[in-house]
T-cell receptor
Framework: KNEVEQSPQNLTAQEGEFITINCSYS?????LHWLQQHPGGGIVSLFM???GKKKHGRLIATINIQEKHSSLHITASHPRDSAVYIC?????????????FGKGITLSVRP | SQTIHQWPATLVQPVGSPLSLECTVE??????LYWYRQAAGRGLQLLFY??????ISSEVPQNLSASRPQDRQFILSSKKLLLSDSGFYLC?????????????FGAGSRLTVL
């Protein structure tokens, strides 16, 4: 069983829809990251969170430590949100702590 | 501001040829540096990380090696490429503190071994 599971694997939405992407993990963590990978391959870090909720523009990330689950929400989705969204967890603190990545979810937002 | 440069962006190499991918970071000192590989249909896999000049940790046994000759330079190499080395390679850096471990990625290098 993978340590980080993301669902759904592929997601198609209509412009304007509210989108939720899920991430579940099976180990204790110190932090969880949400990353966005554009079609060209470049990766951008969206959020790092260890508890509660963070918001940036139309993006909201939440985490439930007890349930080992995080969600990324996109409000008023737009075609430019089309990308691969990757969840990653960090299992320990310190300079040599490592990230374990999910396989990512491919989101397509249709105009 | 900090920037990370990675090159070449695209590379097509024959089996058995050498490889050198280079990554440099600007605007920061003593960063943690990482090399990741993303194979088709799989998550990012950490290949190497470095906490200082000449300090390299390898995560998986493989046909590749890494070096850090300068504080802000990280090089991924191979003496003889295999078909299985094809993939998308990403360099990343993070601030060397326990509080902030946010990764900043380079644009990636797509390697095709024929």
């Amino acid at each position: 069983k993978n340590e980080v599971e993301q669902s759904p694997q592929n997601l198609t939405a209509q412009e304007g829809e509210f989108i939720t992407i899920n991430c579940s993990y099976s180990v204790g963590i110190s932090a969880l990251h949400w990353l966005q990978q554009h079609p060209g391959g470049g990766i951008v870090s969206l959020f790092m969170l260890s508890s509660g909720k963070k918001k940036h523009g139309r993006l909201i990330a939440t985490i439930n430590i007890q349930e080992k689950h995080s969600s990324l929400h996109i409000t008023a989705s737009h075609p430019r949100d089309s990308a691969v969204y990757i969840c990653a967890v960090r299992s320990a603190t310190g300079a040599n702590s490592k990230l374990t990545f999910g396989k990512g979810i491919t989101l397509s937002v249709r105009p | 501001s900090q920037t990370i440069h990675q090159w070449p962006a695209t590379l097509v190499q024959p089996v058995g040829s050498p490889l050198s991918l280079e990554c440099t970071v600007e605007g920061t000192s003593n960063p943690n540096l990482y090399w990741y590989r993303q194979a088709a249909g799989r998550g990012l896999q950490l290949l190497f990380y470095s906490v200082g000049i000449g300090q390299i940790s390898s995560e998986v046994p493989q046909n590749l090696s890494a070096s850090r000759p300068q504080d802000r330079q990280f090089i991924l190499s191979s003496k003889k490429l295999l078909l299985s080395d094809s993939g998308f390679y990403l360099c990343a850096w993070s601030v060397r503190t326990a509080v902030s471990n946010v990764l900043t990625f380079g644009a990636g290098s797509r390697l095709t071994v024929l």
